[in-house]
């Protein structure tokens, strides 16, 4: 692995990087996992503690899950009032 693909990955942390990503449809840990998703007219949220696994699987174990929990709250909001772009 180069010097700039390590930058500033934790201890523990995985080597393959992990990205959020957003789509009208939800929000989703690539590759394919669902943290907000929408199902017809109604949006389920993932569970906070598997959220915590995961991103204690995907980034280390001291990454802090609050923020995204608040953002994750917010994206399922949107979603649900059909504001996607805010999402």
């Not at 942390?13 to 017809?40: E, F, N, S």
């Not at 598997?50 to 909001?77: K, N």
Request: proline share 7%; glycine share 10%; net charge positive.
């Amino acid at each position: 692995m180069t010097e700039a693909l390590s930058a500033g990955r934790r201890l523990g942390a995985p080597a393959r990087p992990r990205a959020i990503v957003a789509t009208t449809d939800g929000v989703y840990l690539w590759p394919c996992i669902p943290l907000v998703r929408r199902q017809g007219s109604w949006v389920e949220l993932i569970d906070f503690n598997q959220l915590g696994h995961l991103l204690g699987q995907f980034y280390g174990p001291q990454t802090i899950s609050w923020p995204i929990v608040r953002a994750l709250r917010d994206a399922a909001r949107h979603l649900g009032h059909g504001a996607a772009d805010k999402a």
